[in-house]
């Protein structure tokens, strides 16, 4: 049963940077598989942030790419995340996920629980 | 503004049938990428639903299905359970924003 896990700070200042991980068991992150970031506003809809592969390999959301960075972690089985200059429009419950992929897209078919990052002095 | 427009709500008897709507445009439904579905119990964690358009992973019930129709995908609940009370996401691929995309959300009420 692959789980997911994710930590880090539920409070960051305006212009910081976010900064999560997200644990993974289960599965390997140095398996044939992309590891995906998504986030959801408080009372919105969900927004893709990006996949990472454990080449390092990533393709990200062109709207947050400017500021967001993936990493992975093999030694550790988790893969991170880094949004820089964070405003409270970076509010959201942030996910996790495992990608699994059909004949022509992706889709997430394993699940953190999500964590909730608040943007604000 | 959603890439991938759901209605913002439905709604249904117990033992109703009921569908979603995820309109798309050539750039996504249309060029051919597949559409997912996800279902949100609130207070929890997207749960894949349907991939691929039609398929359920293990243990979805066969009560929910999908299908596709031109530039639009649409989800069917038939048998309606008080559980099935929740917000239902659409999920394709599109080939102009070069990236994931999801519907607006359906918020689907159980009456």
Do not use: M
């Not at chain 1, 044939?32 to 959801?40: A, L, T, V």
């Amino acid at each position: 049963q692959v789980q997911l896990q994710e930590s880090g700070p539920g409070l960051v200042r305006p212009s910081g940077t976010l900064s999560l991980t997200c644990a993974v068991s289960g599965a390997s992150v140095n398996s044939n598989d992309w590891w995906s970031w998504i986030r959801q506003p408080p009372g919105k809809g969900l927004e893709w942030i990006g996949e990472i592969y454990h080449t390092g390999g990533t393709n990200y959301n062109p709207s947050l790419k400017s500021r967001v960075t993936f990493s992975i972690d093999k030694s550790k089985n988790q893969f991170s995340l880094k949004l820089r200059s964070v405003t409270a429009a970076d509010t959201a419950v942030y996910y996790c996920a495992r990608v699994g992929y059909s004949d022509r897209s992706g889709y997430l078919d394993y699940w953190g629980q999500g964590t909730l990052v608040t943007v604000s002095s | 503004q959603s890439v991938l427009t759901q209605p913002p709500s439905v709604s249904g008897a117990p033992g109703q049938r009921v569908t979603i709507s995820c309109t798309g445009s050539s750039s996504n439904i249309g060029a051919r990428y597949d559409v997912h579905w996800y279902q949100q119990i609130p207070g929890t964690a997207p749960k894949l639903l349907i991939y691929g358009y039609t398929y359920r992973p293990s243990g979805v019930p066969d009560r929910f299905s999908g299908s596709k129709s031109g530039t639009s995908a649409s989800l069917a609940i038939t048998g309606l359970q008080a559980e099935d009370e929740a917000d239902y996401y659409c999920q394709s691929y599109d080939s102009n924003l070069i990236g994931w995309v999801f519907g607006g959300g359906t918020k689907l009420t159980v009456l």
